[in-house]
């Protein structure tokens, strides 16, 4: 009994790893923010879209993994410029992150300052096509990357549930 429940547990491990993701059509933004909220496809699809071209994508250690192309997408910077944070003075701004989180829990982080105040910022964008295809008719849905990374496939997060904001004690 007991061998067949490790058995049952060692299968349900593996099944998850390598599923395949459900598409997230939507994300929030929480954490030390005044407000919370809840960006749709609708909301993205009202921010200026800007052409990025073609990436390629590297495994997290820089081996070419493959080429994507035509990218569109909108700014992380643009959408987050409206969230407030709850900071008791700007120059605290300096102590938050924003840790962005695929729905399986895959983690990617954004300094503040490196989305607001240096130029990798203004190439972070949400993903709203690739390849020609939108992204609400993509499995990897709502998908984020920072096309000057050295190594693409790190930042280059898929399905994007969650971005939850924090503040370095
Ligand atoms: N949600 C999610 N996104 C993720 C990962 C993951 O495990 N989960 N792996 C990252 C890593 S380590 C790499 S190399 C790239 C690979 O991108 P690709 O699947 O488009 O080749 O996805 C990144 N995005
Ligand atoms: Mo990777």
New binding site residues.
């Given amino acids: 009994m007991k061998k067949l429940l490790i058995l049952f547990l060692l299968y349900g491990t593996f099944a998850y790893a390598q599923g395949p993701?459900k598409q997230t059509l939507s994300f929030s933004i929480t954490g030390q923010v005044k407000n919370g909220s809840v960006i749709t496809m609708d909301s993205l699809n009202s921010y200026p879209v800007k052409t990025i071209g073609d990436i390629k994508?590297?495994?997290?250690l820089g081996t070419f993994?493959?080429e994507?192309d035509q990218l569109k997408g909108v700014l992380l910077k643009d959408i987050l410029s409206h969230t407030v944070l709850a900071a008791s003075s700007p120059k605290l701004y300096s102590r938050f992150y924003f840790a962005c989180t695929?729905?399986?829990?895959?983690v990617?982080v954004y300094s503040w300052n490196e989305l607001f105040n240096t130029e990798v910022g203004n190439h972070v964008f949400i993903l709203m096509e690739k390849n020609g295809i939108k992204a609400a008719k993509m499995p990897?849905s709502i998908q984020m990357t920072s096309t000057t990374d050295f190594?693409?496939?790190?930042?280059?997060?898929?399905?994007?549930d969650k971005i939850v904001v924090g503040e370095v004690q």
């Fill in positions: 993701l994508v590297t495994d997290h993994k493959h994507d695929g729905n399986d829990g895959y990617v990897e190594k693409t496939g790190r930042r280059y997060l898929h399905n994007l």
